[in-house]
């Protein structure tokens, strides 16, 4: 689910964004939550990074602090899937 973000290709929040709108077409997509529980993993994993370079970015002055705020919100929405796809 990565779209050149590194490169600047796509200017990061849109990248944020799309990200979210395709784990839940992928979420939506899949039968069992076995596959849910796999696609959430490597989205947590993903999520991880981008909040890790969102940070580093608005740091930098590369990017608002906003973006580090969504990057977390991202991940701790992705966690919170996790947590109750596990608690079923």
Known sequence: MQIRKESGTLPYVEMFRIESMLLDAHLDAVATDKDRSEILGNALAAAKKNKAVAAQRAQSGLATPLMALEAKAER?????????????
Request: hydrophobic share 60%; aromatic share 0%; net charge neutral.
């Open 76 to 88: 701790l929405r992705i966690e919170a899937q996790l947590a109750e796809l596990a608690a079923k």
